[in-house]
């Protein structure tokens, strides 16, 4: 599935109905260049999930976990994992194979460790649309 949209609202959008159909057990990944818009998606996701507090791209910490939501929402950044027994350190397994939702940006750094069912969410931009337009990219995989 392919969506297009033109602000930043748009994205908030496709993420928070994201959210609202996930279910249990489910693991989004998400990719794209910095600044593409992966934060406001995760913002929308969350906020589906019924999660009405500030959500802010876990870099440092590689996790961050939410519980007032509908659900456990685990939202992964993994831009700095140089190893992936950093992953295991951190327990991923029982989040990505738990009865909560986890979100993984920077996901293509961990492919070896993604399950064997999960949807991808690729966002990209294309300047010669206009600065906030993007293109969302969504399949099973």
């Not at 998606?41 to 009405?52: D, R, Y």
């Not at 961050?64 to 685990?74: K, L, N, S, T, V």
Request: hydrophobic share 40%.
């Amino acid at each position: 599935m392919i969506i297009e949209t033109w602000s930043e609202e748009e994205t908030y959008r496709v993420g928070k109905k994201i959210g609202e159909q996930a279910a249990p057990g489910k693991v989004y990944t998400l990719v794209g260049d910095l600044g593409v818009g992966k934060t406001v998606f995760t913002q929308g996701a969350a906020a589906g999930l019924g999660i009405a507090g500030p959500v802010c791209s876990p870099t440092f910490t590689i996790v961050q976990q939410y519980e007032e939501g509908r659900m456990p929402f685990y939202h992964f950044d993994v831009y700095r994992i140089c190893d992936l027994a950093e992953m295991d350190e951190i327990g991923y397994e029982e989040m990505f194979y738990g009865d909560g939702v986890c979100l993984v940006e920077w996901a293509d750094r961990i492919k070896e460790l993604l399950p064997e069912h999960y949807t991808a969410v690729s966002i990209e931009k294309d300047l010669e649309k206009g600065f906030d337009y993007r293109r969302i990219i969504i399949e099973e995989m």
